[in-house]
C-alpha cells in the first residue's frame, strides 16, 4: 500500500530510490557465485548456478541469454523500481550511499538515524575499472544483450558514460568482427 502511494506527487513517507551503475551490480552478483558461503545449495536448488565456478565471461553470457531476472538478483532495475511512474523523493546512488543518505536524512530530521549499507560483495568503483579490459573476452552477442538488457538503467541513473563506453567497445568488436 506505501508504494502505490508513490504514484502521487504528494505522500505521507519519503520516499528514496537507490540506483547502481550496472556493471557494478553484474560484478557484485559475480562475486556471489564465487563465494561458497553465499547460497546453501540444498536449501536454495534452484540456485545451483551459484555453486558452479564460471569465469567472468561464461557468467555474462548466462545474463544475456537469460530471462531478465538470473539468480533472482538480476532484474532490471526500471522493472522493480518504476521510477518512470513512482515519484521518489531522492535518488541515492549505489557508490555514494553513506553520504546520501546522511544528507537525506538531515534535510529531513532525521540525522540521528545512522545509513548503512551491508552488501559486502559490490565494492565496485567503476571509475576504477577498465570496462574494454572487463568485456575483452566476451562476445559482441553478449555485450549486446547485456547492453540492451540494463539500457534503461544506465540513463535512468545517470550512468551515460558507462553506456557508452560499453556501445564504443561493442562497436569496435563488430569492427574487428568485420575485418576478419
Same mark, same amino acid.
Given at each position: 500500500r506505501i508504494v502505490a502511494t508513490l504514484e502521487k506527487a504528494v505522500h505521507k513517507y519519503l520516499s528514496i530510490v537507490v540506483c547502481r551503475n550496472p556493471v557494478e551490480k553484474l560484478l557484485s552478483v559475480y562475486?556471489?557465485? !564465487?563465494?561458497?558461503? =553465499?547460497?546453501? +545449495?540444498? &536449501?536454495? +536448488?534452484?540456485? /545451483?548456478?551459484?555453486?558452479? $565456478? $564460471?569465469t567472468w565471461s561464461q557468467f555474462l553470457? @548466462?545474463?544475456?541469454?537469460s530471462k531478465p531476472n538470473y539468480l533472482g538478483l538480476l532484474s532490471p532495475f526500471h522493472f522493480g523500481c518504476d521510477p518512470c511512474t513512482n515519484n521518489y523523493d531522492a535518488v541515492v546512488r549505489m557508490e555514494t550511499f553513506q553520504e546520501? =543518505?546522511?544528507?537525506? !536524512?538531515? *534535510?529531513?530530521? @532525521? %540525522?540521528? !538515524? =545512522? +545509513?548503512?549499507? *551491508?552488501? #559486502?560483495?559490490? /565494492?565496485?568503483? #567503476? /571509475?576504477?575499472?577498465? @570496462?574494454?579490459?572487463?568485456? %575483452?573476452?566476451?562476445? %559482441?552477442?553478449? !555485450?549486446? *544483450? #547485456? #547492453? %540492451? &538488457?540494463y539500457e534503461k538503467d544506465f540513463q535512468?541513473?545517470?550512468?551515460?558514460?558507462?553506456l557508452h563506453q560499453l556501445q564504443n567497445i561493442l562497436q569496435q568488436k563488430l569492427l574487428h568482427r568485420l575485418k576478419h
Open positions: 562475486k556471489v557465485t !564465487l563465494d561458497p558461503r =553465499a547460497v546453501d +545449495p540444498e &536449501k536454495y +536448488p534452484s540456485r /545451483s548456478d551459484f555453486v558452479q $565456478k $564460471k553470457e @548466462l545474463v544475456a541469454r546520501d =543518505a546522511r544528507f537525506i !536524512l538531515s *534535510k529531513s530530521d @532525521l %540525522s540521528w !538515524l =545512522a +545509513p548503512s549499507h *551491508k552488501n #559486502i560483495h559490490g /565494492s565496485n568503483n #567503476i /571509475s576504477s575499472l577498465n @570496462l574494454t579490459d572487463l568485456f %575483452s573476452n566476451s562476445s %559482441s552477442f553478449t !555485450l549486446s *544483450k #547485456i #547492453i %540492451s &538488457k535512468l541513473c545517470g550512468y551515460e558514460d558507462s
